[in-house]
Nanobody, 124 residues
Framework: QVQLVESGGGLVQAGGSLRLSCAAS????????MGWFRQAPGKGREFVAQ????????YYTDSVKGRFTISRDNAKNTVYLQMNGLKPEDTAIYYC?????????????????WGQGTQVTVSS
């Protein structure tokens, strides 16, 4: 099991930027895909972005393409989510997750370890 701890959330004005980090424990971090999900109040958890074990393959949900960038540093056991051009509709708790395989998935079922989440609030 991999333990995941997110950080970097906060309150930002619309148009601003935040960088989320997710630190992972365990020596096997580098062989798994990773993902970011978010959950807004009263809504289900939704996919945001995924990255393969090497970082060579990424995929984003349409609403964040061109604004968010997922990356990873396997030497630091950390995955990042750079969020630019933030909008009020991006307000949510953001979770990182470890995939069950090397690529990642857009489905919740493709992940088996989750962090506790970090709150992102975007004011208009």
């Amino acid at each position: 099991q991999v333990q995941l701890v997110e950080s970097g959330g906060g309150l930002v004005q619309a148009g601003g930027s935040l960088r989320l980090s997710c630190a992972a424990s365990g020596r096997t971090f580098s062989i798994y895909g990773m993902g970011w999900f978010r959950q807004a109040p009263g809504k289900g958890r939704e996919f945001v972005a995924q990255i393969s074990w090497s970082g060579s393959r990424t995929y984003y949900t349409d609403s964040v393409k061109g604004r968010f960038t997922i990356s990873r540093d396997n030497a630091k056991n950390t995955v990042y989510l750079q969020m630019n051009g933030l909008k009020p509709e991006d307000t949510a708790i953001y979770y990182c997750a470890k995939a069950v395989g090397p690529v990642g998935s857009t489905s919740l079922r493709g992940y088996d370890d989750w962090g506790q989440g970090t709150q992102v609030t975007v004011s208009s």
